[in-house]
């Protein structure tokens, strides 16, 4: 195979292996196994192109498929980061006891828009450490009963940040 023929298999890989997630936006589980097939076919494409050893092919392969799934669930933290940082920004103004709407709509379609209501239960402390306990919906729109959750935010400046460590919930997946 000619020098030209290997760039044009490698640019072929490539872009299969980057469009793959962009054809398979929302089922964030579906999208990390067909992202990590896409890449594995990628794989073989640029090792073929590369090399004829079985173990350098093998190793281009597996490298290919980590980064894919490495990708994938760096865009699945970002969406929980924006879902977290708007679910901080909406309670923070919050007083004990008074409830706002929620919504998030990733910038990464990796997952489905989410949306809730939201309640501060608690101030935890005040003054130089501001932190709020606060329960919060997540509803389901196929009508299914909304899931609960609680966290807790501070005060950081002027804004209200995320203070939990990741939630022990499936939600999270693989960011638990």
Known sequence: MGLRATFRSLRLACALAAAAPLLLCGCSSLLAESGSAA?????????????????????IGIGVQSAARAGVQYGQRRIHDQTQRQLSATAGPLAVGKQAA?????????????????TVSRIISSG???CKEIVFSVESPKGEEARFYVASICRQGRDWVWASAEPATARWGALQ
Not at 43 to 56: E, F, K, L, P, R
Not at 102 to 108: D, H, Y
């Open 102 to 118: 929620w919504r998030t709509k990733p910038s990464v379609p990796l997952e489905r828009e989410e949306q809730g209501q939201v």
């Open 128 to 130: 130089a450490l501001a």
């Open 39 to 59: 890449a594995g076919i990628a794989g073989t494409s640029i090792a073929g192109a590369v090399t004829d050893s079985a173990a350098a092919a093998t190793g």
